[in-house]
């Protein structure tokens, strides 16, 4: 009874600070209107003043949470996120979309929710993290499909999931699956609702020609786009110049393709806009000065290239290095909400046997029944603390699961970067040989220190590598040399490769030695851990 009366004065109360509060806001809302209702197009459209627009946005989402506007709430910190991940400020784009995806999620916004999850699986496309990248469009996708079927929407609204599926192969080199994505947009394509998006279907299906060698055919459909994004989006540019040099340098035209990436470059810088493209410009150009023997260049551009591939990219990146660490906190929020739920049922449960212990007690006729039922509570509650221990125990067993995922995670993540750097190494390797060729007359002391530099290179790798490894599996070094102390240094960095799935070739460019050598290496380690040829060395390395 007495909780029924709290809750109806409780109920009064709120009634009566909603009224005030909707008054006041009615007042404040005429003062602010002007600015409320400026279109939110303004804030989608425009490139340029980055921090007024990052602090004006900001400013924006406060007086919108206020005000109680969840809608547009959400589109300001999706607005956020594409300024900052045209600076490259990958951290901050991925924590707005976050929470705009826990706001949307508890408005019950379910399109929203597909339009953050397709912004969310592009981000991870950047980091070539295809399995979540492709999870996240198809969870958006899926959300669409829905909504098509139920007639909530039209299935037009289909082509940005299936254009952003085409952007993500792209970028991960998989043209013919990204060819399929697109023939899917032209399939639910409208000419009229969907115009908007044609310049950038046209974009693709010229990348995916020029893939295909038909060069003429995609410079022709880049050289028709410029001048379409020029008057708007006009930061695409990078893109369209960057693989319009691409094409013009598969045809031998190098004028063409240098003044390409250049104004690649010029746009970028411009406009303040799609940065963390800038590598890709740069490889393109080493790969145009290699073409034409200006090796030289060709290093610079590369080093460049790498340079700022560290700077937008590279797990060591100050903007970035909290990329490796995501948690999902849309799902963190959840189970905190469940948490909660649960601590309050527990203290509503244990308030309610309180007050039955307390009629009890005023009943001593029925003592005996009483007794009897305190035993069995007594039980029932030792059984309870039993399941819950288990279930304890369980989730700490599903959490220690996690952190080994994490670390497989991390060391594939490192695998795939060391790859890339014997790549990396073996074009290296190709411009000293060429710059060593050249007669040492004809060699200036720069061209020198760079052919000494290339020659140092594959020891700073295995530098790096062998401290991101350490980094990674604290305890692996310590157990191997635990269990077998009689391993020497070069016996402990072919476990760290075999630990990583390293193939014998990739081993021996990173080590320095043949393919014979590995497999030689191997045969002696296997000796020195005392297991016979019918033990998979790999499975036993990462048992350790």
């Given amino acids: 009874m007495t909780k029924k009366i709290n809750k109806h004065w409780h109920k009064i109360t709120l009634t009566l600070l909603f009224g005030l509060v ?6 404040i809302y ?12 303004k804030y989608i ?6 921090a007024d627009s990052i602090t004006s946005l900001e400013i924006a989402y406060t007086n919108l949470i206020k005000k109680g506007d969840t809608l547009n709430a959400i589109r300001t910190l999706n607005n956020l996120a594409r300024v900052y991940s045209h600076q490259g400020n990958h951290k901050e784009s991925y924590d707005k979309l976050w929470a705009a995806l826990i706001l949307a999620d508890t408005a019950n916004k379910t399109e929203t929710k597909s339009s953050i999850y397709r912004e969310i699986g592009r981000h991870y496309s950047y980091y070539h993290r295809k399995d979540k990248a492709i999870h996240f469009l198809n969870l958006s996708l899926n959300i669409k499909k829905e909504l ?65 060698g038909k060069d003429d055919d995609a410079i022709a459909i880049f050289n028709n ?60 150009l080493s790969s145009l000065y290699f073409s034409k023997g200006k090796y030289l260049q060709a290093y610079n551009s590369l080093k460049k290239a790498k340079d700022l591939d560290a ?23 959840k189970e905190l909400q ?50 819950e221990k288990k279930l304890l125990k369980k989730e700490r067993e599903l959490e220690k699961q996690k952190d080994t995922e994490l670390i497989e995670l991390k060391n594939k993540e490192l695998a795939a970067s060391v790859l890339k750097l014997i790549e990396k190494d073996v074009f290296l390797e190709q411009i000293k040989d060429r710059l060593s060729k050249t007669p040492s007359t004809e060699l200036n002391k720069d061209t020198k220190k760079i052919i000494s530099s290339i020659s140092n290179k594959k020891n700073e790798n295995w530098n790096e590598f062998q401290a991101r490894f350490v980094a990674i599996n604290k305890s692996f070094y310590k157990k191997l040399e635990a269990d077998f102390p009689n391993l020497t240094m070069n016996d402990q960095k072919l476990c760290a490769l075999i630990k ?45």
């Avoid at 909707?22 to 007042?27: A, K, L, V």
């Avoid at 098509?148 to 254009?163: E, P």
């Avoid at 700077?311 to 995501?326: C, G, M, Q, T, Y």
Wanted: hydrophobic fraction near 35%.
């Fill in 22 to 27: 909707f008054g006041w806001s009615t007042f």
């Fill in 30 to 41: 005429a003062i602010q209107s002007t600015y409320f209702q400026i279109p939110q197009k």
């Fill in 45 to 50: 459209n425009k490139e340029t003043a980055i």
């Fill in 148 to 212: 098509v079927k139920k007639g909530k929407i039209d299935k037009h609204r289909l082509v940005n999931n299936y254009s952003s599926f085409v952007s993500t192969y792209r970028e991960l080199n998989n043209f013919e699956l990204g060819e399929k994505y697109l023939d899917s947009c032209y399939i639910y394509f409208d000419t009229l609702k969907n115009k908007s998006r044609a310049n950038f279907l046209k974009f693709e299906e010229a990348v995916i020609l020029s893939h295909k």
């Fill in 225 to 284: 786009l410029i001048p379409k994004f020029t008057n708007n989006q006009y930061g695409y540019l990078v893109l369209i110049y960057k693989y319009l040099g691409d094409s013009y340098q598969n045809n031998e035209n190098f004028i063409q393709s240098q003044f390409c990436y250049k104004k690649a470059i010029e746009v970028s810088e411009l406009k303040n806009v799609h940065k963390d493209f800038i590598p890709l410009v740069y490889e393109g």
């Fill in 311 to 333: 700077v937008f990219f590279d797990s060591r990146s100050p903007n970035n290095a909290p990329l490796l660490e995501i948690q999902d906190d849309f799902r963190k929020d």
């Fill in 338 to 387: 469940i948490k909660t739920l649960q601590e309050q049922k527990l203290k509503q449960f244990e308030q309610e046997e309180k007050v039955e212990l307390l009629e009890k007690i005023l009943l001593l006729g029925l003592l005996m029944f009483l007794l009897l039922f305190g035993y069995n509570s007594y039980r029932a509650l030792r059984t309870k603390h039993k399941i």
């Fill in 500 to 544: 990583l799935n390293f193939s014998s070739k990739d081993i021996a460019q990173l080590l320095n030695m043949s393919i014979e050598s590995v497999h030689t290496t191997r045969s002696r380690l296997r000796k020195k851990l005392n297991i016979t040829r019918e033990v998979n060395l790999k499975k036993f390395i990462s048992n350790i």
